[in-house]
Structure formats: C-alpha cells, structure tokens
C-alpha cells in the first residue's frame, strides 16, 4: 500500500511540476502600441473578418478555448460588452471577433449554442493566427484601434471586466 501511495505521490508531483514549468515559460505576446498583424478568418455564419478592413471602427479579438476555465467565465463578460455597446449604438453591433485556438467547429458551435452566445466566433482547429498575437495563454483579448493599433491587451490576470471593454468603444 505504501508504494501505490509513493507511485501516486510521484505522479500527481510530476503533473504539477509540468504545470508550473509551462507557467515560468516566457511570454511573447503582442501589447498596447503594437501594430495588429495582418489576418483574415472566416466566422462561423459565412462572413470573413479581416484585421487590415474593420470598417475603420475600433475592433476587439478575442483568443479562447472552450475547455479553458478562464475563458468560460470571460465569455458571458465579452457577450455582454457586445450587447450593451450594440444597444448603445441602435443596433449597430461593435466590431467584436471570437477566435479559438485549436478546437474544432463542432465544438465551437456546439459551446456557442448551448450558452446562447451571439458574439462573431472564427473557429480555428490550429493555432496559426492566435501565434501572431501570442505563443502561450488564454483568454487573450486585444483591443485595436480604427488605424490597426492595439490599445489594449488582456490575458488571464487580470481579465477585463464590461466596463474595462466599453471604455475603449
């Protein structure tokens, strides 16, 4: 019994110590001041998002996983920025794109519509565009200026709240 414990012991260490390893790796991400990359995504109801034709609006990307933790709790706050900002605006609705790292469509939609969520959503089963903004991390939610700017940028710690958003629109 005792070396079923240590086995255990071992185990359960090894997995957290892999977790604080992927934590202490460096972050190479994109922040407030740089320039938005070029990219152009296709949204899940047929429509394209290009970051070069925002309409000369001020854009939010938002980078998620639907198995990530962080991310289910941001979503509901990100819909409900784009529900008040396109309230406020009668109607029109805020250039708002949801884009998930490496998950499939079908997961995507499935999570969409189970949680009623109605924000744009570019599913992506790689990680080539989230890898232009950043190499580790999730949510990551920038905020990019009509002249392709980012003037705001968020990753897990803190995450924005509604008012921290609708202050950049």
Same mark, same amino acid.
């Given at each position: ?49 290009s970051s070069t034709d925002t309409g000369g609006r001020t854009a939010l990307i ?13 979503? &509901?706050?990100?819909?409900? %920025?784009?529900?008040? /900002?396109? @309230?406020?605006? *009668? ?31 570019? &599913?992506?089963?790689?990680? %080539?565009?989230?890898? /232009?903004? @950043?190499?580790? *991390? ?21 995450l924005p709240g509604v008012a921290d958003i609708i202050s950049h629109f």
């Amino acid at each position: 019994m005792k070396q079923i414990v240590k086995s255990m012991f071992m185990v359960v260490t090894l997995i957290l110590a892999g977790c604080v390893t992927d934590k202490i790796e460096p972050e190479d991400a994109l922040s407030a001041g740089d320039r938005c990359p070029e990219f152009s995504v296709q949204l899940l109801d047929g429509s394209s998002f290009s970051s070069t034709d925002t309409g000369g609006r001020t854009a939010l990307i938002a980078f998620f996983n639907t198995d990530c933790s962080d991310c289910r709790r941001e979503l &509901p706050i990100l819909q409900k %920025a784009y529900d008040e /900002l396109t @309230a406020s605006a *009668g109607g029109q609705a805020p250039q708002f794109i949801c884009i998930s790292r490496a998950q499939p469509e079908a997961s995507v939609r499935a999570y969409w519509e189970e949680h009623d969520l109605t924000l744009p959503v570019a &599913p992506q089963s790689d990680n %080539a565009v989230y890898r /232009l903004f @950043a190499n580790v *991390g999730i949510p990551r939610i920038f905020i990019v200026d009509p002249s392709g700017i980012i003037v705001a940028a968020w990753s897990d710690d803190p995450l924005p709240g509604v008012a921290d958003i609708i202050s950049h629109f």
